[in-house]
């Protein structure tokens, strides 16, 4: 997988530090890099957030050793702070920056193209094209990093991540050691110092630019046509493989771009001299495209350059959207690619399936209780969001998510909502983003003695990504072990004088729970916290094969079933499924053993296949 290549490029490359914080399409790299961490003795850390990530990678690189940080391109935004500085300081050790852009927002909330980082700190990108070529650029880019002692970005987007190719594998490499050297006029960047700084990264700059013209993975294949292809990153698969089935590849010059920043302008201008159309090939934005139009009219050369008017500005470019660009380039009949005449629109109606959370999810049971808690109190309240498992919650029945922002931002939208306005505000958090970005927020309600409930929804893992650990788990990436910090500690450490915690599979007294929490809310015009704690239901069952413990699944019994669609409708767990005449059944491949389901019907109509004993309710804390 590409992510794995990139994890495999930076071993053989000799890297000693690696920090990230998971999100999708970026998680593998360093869940790859924590198999070999052990073995080999780099340091791989899952770090709190992108920020805290970011200079963890980039102190290490400040000793000397090579060093890695990945995040999807929304936690590069979290970490701009240091990142926009670091091209100033520069680095002594290779330092590679991975940003995996998530094109066609698979799992994020925004569609970002983030060569424009690169563009604004004067940092350099690179992009790959296939999986081969990620492990070979990174191993690169870390030469190159190393040769001007400044970091690099590395971008791959979601097909580059998730796509799977050949790997030819090198030589793995162990980590060093480094040393820190003490220079405060580099590493010290107040005004004074900075201000010379700017200079040398300027001039530092142009030494890059320079220097992209000669670099490796950049080229021109086939000059001297009249027709130009300029391919950055995945494009250039695309590209090639069309241009092969159009029988066009002798025709057309491809200029083949990894560093998309800075652009080759050497490169550019020899592909280009003596062409009459030319067409840039780029996912997102026009970075390279605009910049190539501002070379050819410096240079003077007169040709009409193509981009964002025949590529399309959103989404991914896959290979059915880039045949369609280069037969309106080429001005060739779609008949020269049969596949793409071949593309008909499918007549079944394919049954809509939208996420959902899993049976047993512990976060279901809390929305059901919040759910009662808030009609007990003849509440209308506003639901602050936040990115996890849980945003599944704006689905019916629930509809507990009014908003969602970004990482924390529940808990920080609810410090200027409680105060705007008159109605009762509810943040809902899960551990690991609280940790990431939820204290600071949690903080400033303290300090501002704002009035909101906190829920914190803690499954003892950062479920969405795939169950990586982070500081309330008591694991480390390598799988050592950790302290253990819970959310409550934290909560009272700062001054929140209303903390409980709940067990949301007791529905009723969770209810009452959340309940009193938000009567204190409304009575003492003060924040509060409840902590919802059950493990992830996938982890508990994964635990119970482990260790053998019978998983109590539960039946409903028909003859008392009547078919008052509670369970299915009501609480909506996807293992419960509805026969022909209304009455309720569960699959016992899907139940989790969680027992709501048991406690929601108002008959009593279901019941556990065995009863649940204390190993396994142990299994859920």
Not at 24 to 49: D, F, K, M, Q
Not at 119 to 126: N, Q
Not at 495 to 523: M, Q, S, T
Request: aromatic letters at 8%; glycine letters at 6%.
């Amino acid at each position: 997988m590409g992510n794995e290549a990139v994890a495999r490029g930076a071993i053989e490359a000799g890297i000693s530090f690696a920090s990230a914080y998971p999100g999708t399409p970026s998680t593998e790299i360093v869940e790859t890099l924590a198999r070999y961490a052990n073995i080999l003795g780099i340091h791989v850390e899952w770090s709190t957030n992108e920020k805290v990530a970011f200079e963890a990678a980039y102190g290490a690189a400040m000793s000397g050793v090579r060093a890695l940080t990945c995040m999807k391109h929304v936690g590069l935004n979290v970490a701009a702070d240091p990142f926009m500085s670091s091209a100033y300081t520069g680095v002594r050790g290779g330092f590679v920056i991975v940003t995996a852009d998530d094109v066609g927002m698979w799992s994020s909330q925004n569609e970002q193209d983030n060569r424009w980082y690169g563009l604004h700190a004067f940092i350099p990108v690179f992009e790959p094209y296939s999986p081969a070529e990620a492990k070979e650029l990174t191993k690169e880019i870390f030469n190159f990093s190393e040769k001007f002692e400044h970091p690099v970005i590395l971008r791959t987007t979601t097909r580059i991540s998730h796509a799977r190719g050949p790997v030819r594998l090198g030589e793995l490499k162990k980590p060093v050691k480094g040393k820190f050297i003490k220079d405060v006029k580099r590493w010290v960047l107040v005004p004074a110092h900075a201000r010379k700084l700017r200079p040398k990264l300027l001039e530092r700059w142009c030494r890059i630019e320079e220097a992209v013209n000669d670099f490796p993975f950049n080229r021109i294949e086939n000059p001297g046509s009249k027709k130009v292809i300029v391919a950055c990153g995945i494009t250039y698969g695309h590209v090639i493989d069309v241009l092969k089935e159009m029988n066009k590849l002798d025709e057309v010059t491809v200029l083949k771009i990894s560093s998309t920043v800075p652009v080759p302008r050497k490169l550019v201008v020899e592909a280009v001299k003596d062409a009459e159309e030319v067409l840039v090939v780029e996912e997102l934005e026009p970075i390279v495209e605009e910049k190539i139009k501002a070379i050819l009219q410096e240079e003077r050369i007169t040709v009409k350059v193509h981009g964002k008017d025949l590529v399309p500005r959103e989404g991914e470019l896959t290979l059915n959207r880039v045949a369609e660009t280069l037969v309106k380039f080429l001005n060739v009949p779609k008949e020269s690619i049969p596949w793409l005449e071949t593309n008909q629109e499918v007549s079944i109606e394919v049954p809509p399936r939208p996420p959902t959370l899993c049976p047993g999810c512990p976060h279901r049971a809390t929305f059901f209780a919040l759910k009662r808690a808030v009609s007990k109190l003849k509440m209308k309240p506003v639901y602050l969001g936040d990115i996890g498992c849980y945003t599944l919650g704006l689905n019916p029945p629930y509809r507990v998510q009014d908003t969602c922002i970004e990482m924390g931002g529940s808990i920080g939208a609810a410090n200027g909502l409680a105060v705007t306005t008159k109605q009762p505000m509810i943040a809902i958090i899960g551990d690991s983003t609280f940790f990431h970005a939820g204290i600071p927020p949690l903080i400033n309600a303290v300090y501002n003695n704002t009035p909101f409930l906190t829920i914190i929804l803690d499954n003892r893992t950062t479920a969405m990504t795939g169950h990586q650990p982070h500081p309330g788990t008591g694991i480390t990436a390598s799988g050592g072990p950790a302290k253990i910090i819970r959310p409550e500690n934290i909560a009272k450490s700062i001054g929140v004088e209303y903390i409980d915690i709940v067990n949301p599979f007791k529905l009723d007294e969770a209810a009452d729970k959340i309940a009193e929490a938000l009567k204190f809310v409304e009575e003492k015009r003060k924040p509060a916290v409840i902590v919802s704690l059950r493990k992830c239901a996938l982890l508990v069952i994964s635990d119970a094969r482990r260790k053998n413990i019978k998983i109590p699944v539960y039946r409903v019994d028909l003859e008392k079933c009547t078919a008052c669609t509670r369970c299915y409708n009501v609480f909506a767990c996807p293992a419960i499924q509805v026969l022909e005449d209304g009455k309720a059944y569960i699959d016992p491949m899907l139940c989790a053993g969680c027992g709501d389901c048991a406690q929601v019907c108002p008959v009593q109509a279901i019941e556990p296949t065995i009863k649940p004993g204390k190993e396994w309710e142990e299994l859920w804390w």
